[in-house]
Antibody
Framework: EVQLVESGGGLVKPGGSLRLSCAAS????????MNWVRQAPGKGLEWVSS????????YYADSVKGRFTISRDNAKNSLYLQMNSLRAEDTAVYYC??????????????WGRGTLVTVSS | DIQMTQSPSTLSASVGDSVTITCRAS??????LAWYQQKPGKAPNLLIY???SLESGVPSRFSGSGSGTEFTLTISSLQPDDFATYYC?????????FGQGTKLEIK
């Protein structure tokens, strides 16, 4: 089955760190650009970060630049998001989403169920 | 950065109605626009890409149009399963952005 499964969410104090993972299955993970998108409670979707298939190109939203790091391990079919210096406004469901198989921008055609990150003291 | 603005924010309609949601970009994005449907507690689901291309498996009552800065999503003959929140997304720029969402409610 083609799917993405996120894990690693939880409750963390402001200033703390958390590492999210996304396990991919059912498709050739190493050929796709991958993305993280988040959604604060009751709010809309916000793109967080993207990484190209070979990790050569990485992009971040201004709201997380310098604090979050996206990475991938194609041998393990896994995507990661290292989140440091967390703030209350980072509280959200974090989704892993599949982009295109080409260099360049793309829509997101496969999404995981998401993992909830709560930043609170 | 490209800003995406959807209207209306909320839309009330009945089963069988036809509805249209508008999405405007702050600068031209050619046809690099996608539409997603999201139901409460679920992940978004891709409906339309490249402004008017229907994703495989999506019912033909969904259609998209537009280019440049103005786009529309039309749902004809609303079904009970269509009541959800809809988002547009531009992918003209690597700094992707979404509209704020349109909640489609049952009248």
């Amino acid at each position: 089955e083609v799917q993405l499964v996120e894990s690693g969410g939880g409750l963390v104090k402001p200033g703390g760190s958390l590492r999210l993972s996304c396990a991919a299955s059912g498709f050739t993970f190493s050929t796709y650009t991958m993305n993280w998108v988040r959604q604060a409670p009751g709010k809309g979707l916000e793109w967080v970060s993207s990484i190209s298939s070979s990790s050569s190109y990485i992009y971040y939203a201004d709201s997380v630049k310098g604090r979050f790091t996206i990475s991938r391990d194609n041998a393990k079919n896994s995507l990661y998001l290292q989140m440091n210096s967390l703030r209350a406004e980072d509280t959200a469901v974090y989704y892993c989403a599949r982009g295109g198989q080409w260099l360049g921008t793309s829509y997101f055609d496969l999404w995981g169920r998401g993992t909830l990150v709560t930043v609170s003291s | 950065d490209i800003q995406m603005t959807q209207s209306p924010s909320t839309l009330s309609a009945s089963v069988g109605d036809s509805v249209t949601i508008t999405c405007r970009a702050s600068q031209s994005i050619s046809s690099w626009l996608a539409w997603y449907q999201q139901k409460p507690g679920k992940a978004p689901n891709l409906l339309i890409y490249k402004a008017s291309s229907l994703e495989s498996g999506v019912p033909s009552r969904f259609s998209g149009s537009g280019s440049g800065t103005e786009f529309t999503l039309t749902i004809s003959s609303l079904q009970p399963d269509d009541f959800a929140t809809y988002y547009c997304q531009q992918y003209n720029s690597y700094l992707y952005s979404f509209g704020q969402g349109t909640k489609l409610e049952i009248k």
